[in-house]
């Protein structure tokens, strides 16, 4: 069972306008949550991240904003670039070390 | 050597042989991490080392499974008696501190493919 989903394998948007990516997590103890970017043939890239006590993190363009009731959090990216085309990984943390990571979701930000 | 690096980039073995991945982490990084990501799914945990101890093996699938680290360096995992469903791409990671809330930092990965 998995205890970080993200729901959509795949998301595409226009250059210019906003990209949302989500992901839901099913353990109240996680407190740390991160994204991470991954371009083909290269290792994940540490993107941002958010603690527990904590709703919202801005980084330039993106935003994370995390939900605790509704063990969601999402990734604002405003406005997209072709650059940012690639798989986004939601990972969090708690209690360990460890990272537990969702599966992905592939951006493909279109000229 | 900014970043993590890992050797083999790729490698191709058969059923039943053993192979060795290595992991050169950050300089001055003391904790490193060693995670697989299947197919289609995202990055599985297996083990990660404190200095030259590993804390937490908990992710290690089996006993063909094995890792070390010296130096408070390189790292090596090892499996031994490859299956098919070994094949994966195994990431290294490293962080400045053990702690919680330290960014992890991954390397490239080795693809490894079993037939």
């Known amino acids: 069972d998995q205890q970080v989903k993200q729901n959509s394998p795949s998301l595409s948007v226009q250059e210019g306008r906003i990209s949302i990516l989500n992901c839901d997590y099913t353990n109240s103890m996680f407190d740390y949550f991160l994204w991470y970017k991954k371009y083909p043939a290269e290792g994940p890239t540490f993107l941002i991240s958010?603690?527990?006590?904590?709703d919202k993190n801005e980084d330039g363009r993106f935003t994370v904003f995390l939900n605790k009731s509704a063990k969601h959090l999402s990734l604002h990216i405003v406005p997209s670039q072709p650059g940012d085309s690639a798989v986004y990984f939601c990972a969090v943390q708690g209690g360990s070390e460890k990272l537990v990571f969702g599966k992905g979701t592939k951006l493909t930000v279109n000229p | 050597g900014a970043g993590v690096s890992q050797s083999p980039s790729n490698k191709v073995t058969e059923k039943g042989k053993d192979v060795e991945l290595r992991c050169d982490p950050i300089s001055g990084h003391t904790a490193l991490y060693w995670y697989r990501q299947s197919l289609g799914q995202g990055l599985e945990f297996l083990i990660y080392f404190q200095g030259n101890s590993a804390p937490d093996k908990s992710g290690l699938p089996s006993d063909r499974f094995s890792a070390e680290r010296t130096g408070g360096s390189v790292s090596t995992l090892t499996i031994q008696r490859t299956q098919q469903e070994d094949s994966a791409v195994y990431l290294c990671a490293s962080s400045f501190l053990s702690v919680l809330q330290e960014t992890q930092y991954f390397g490239p990965g080795t693809r490894l493919l079993v037939l």
């Open positions: 958010i603690s527990s006590i904590k």
